[in-house]
Structure formats: C-alpha cells, structure tokens
C-alpha cells in the first residue's frame, strides 16, 4: 500500500538555523506528494506538491523540498527558520484522490 | 466563502449519543474529504464526494459513522451511538475533482470530545 514515513516525530531547531524535515514514501508508481503544515488550532496548509518534472518544488513561506527517488524520499527544507515556523508538519501522498499521511513532525523554535 | 467552514468547532458529547458535524466547502469544488485527527491514529481519511458519484467511504471505522453531501456542496458527517474513541479532530477539505493532482484546501476542524 501506498505511504510516507516520517522518521523524526519532533524536531528542536534555533531560530535562524536550517531546517530539514525527513519524508520517505513507499509507491510504485511516481508518487504525488504533498507537504502540509498545520499550526496550533488551525486547519492545515499546503506547503508544496510534487507530481513531476523538476525534482526541486519551491513552496510558500520560504520551503522547498526535493524529490530523490534513489532514496525514496522527498524532504522539507528551509535555509533560515522564523519563530513563526513552530508547527507540526505533515508529509502525504495521494492515492485514489485520498491523501494519505504521515505521523507528523513537530517543530519547535528557540530564540 | 473564501475558505472551508466547519461547525461547531468545539463538540462535546456524553457517550451513546448522536453527534453531527458540518462542512462548507469552498464554492465551486465539487470534491470534499473528511478526515479525522486523533492521536493514537494521526490523520486517516473517512470519506470522499465527488460530485454526484456515490462517495468513497471506505475509510468510515464503523457503521455509526455516516455522512451525506446536499446539492453538492454542504456535507454532514454524523456519528451515532457516540464512544470515547471517536474523540478527534475532524477535518474537512474541498478541492476541484476529477484530479488527483487538485490540492485540497482544509478547514479548521471540529474538536470532538466524547465524556
């Protein structure tokens, strides 16, 4: 069955350092993969998607994420973390129009 | 409107009883998700509409769980019987069909706490 894994359950990283959140997924086929972030009550938002093409997708709020199907995986990255950034991030593929997700990776800031 | 609605954001319930939660969709999508959140099981998908097909609900745990979409556009997910399981958070998300490429834009969810 089609999934993602995600490795790390929770992440602590400086504000201003990198960032890079682990996604591996498991399909036949070419994957379409998804990174959502949801923040503390909110809904979630799509960060980025990968369908083809180009193996680097830029997203919203400075991420961008790489696709590498040697690996099997397609992780978050973002050069610089804000202290807006604490959330917890879900890496998904979607499969019969369903997404599936991952467990989640929860990024805390500190000053 | 501008973004999916759901109501009531906060439930609670007592055990036993029937609970609906409602979802609408942003305007002109013509698919709509429900998942739910909880902890022991993370984010797991219940059921899908798209259009006026009959929706996939082959991720509903349990006949108690129920759900329905009028006009194609609000939905009602109904639980009945309520157990302290079906304490999450449930999820809406619409998006324009017939892709599997289409994003799917989601709600802020309704809190459901079963007592």
């Known amino acids: 069955a089609q999934s993602v894994t995600q490795p790390d359950i929770h992440i602590t990283v400086s504000e201003g350092a990198s960032l890079e959140l682990r996604c591996n997924y498991s399909?036949?086929?070419?994957?379409?993969l998804f990174w959502y972030v949801q923040s503390p009550g909110q809904g979630l938002q799509l960060l980025l998607k990968?369908?083809?093409?180009?193996?680097l997708v830029q997203g919203i709020k400075g991420f961008e994420a790489e696709f590498k199907r040697s690996q099997s995986s397609f992780n978050l990255r973002k050069p610089s973390v804000h202290w807006s950034d604490a959330a917890e991030y879900f890496c998904?593929?979607?499969?019969?129009?369903?997404?599936?997700f991952g467990a989640g990776t929860t990024v805390t800031v500190r000053a | 409107g501008a973004g999916v609605s759901q109501s009531p954001s906060n439930k609670v319930t007592e055990k036993g009883k029937d609970v609906e939660l409602r979802c609408d969709p942003i305007?002109?999508?013509?698919?709509l998700y429900w998942y739910r959140q909880s902890l022991g099981q993370g984010l797991e998908f219940l059921i899908y509409?798209?259009?006026?097909?009959?929706?996939?609900k082959s991720g509903l745990p349990s006949d108690r769980f129920s759900a329905e979409r009028t006009g194609g556009s609000v939905s009602t997910l109904t639980i009945q019987r309520t157990q302290q399981e079906d304490s999450a958070v449930y999820l809406c998300?619409?998006?324009?069909?017939?892709?599997?490429?289409?994003?799917?834009?989601f709600g802020p969810g309704t809190r459901l706490t079963v007592l």
């Open positions: 998300a619409s998006s324009f069909g017939g892709t599997q490429r289409g994003e799917q834009f």
């Open positions: 399909y036949g086929a070419t994957p379409y």
């Open positions: 990968y369908f083809s093409g180009d193996t």
């Open positions: 998904a593929v979607v499969h019969d129009y369903k997404l599936s």
């Open positions: 305007s002109g999508h013509t698919a």
């Open positions: 509409f798209q259009g006026n097909s009959a929706p996939d």
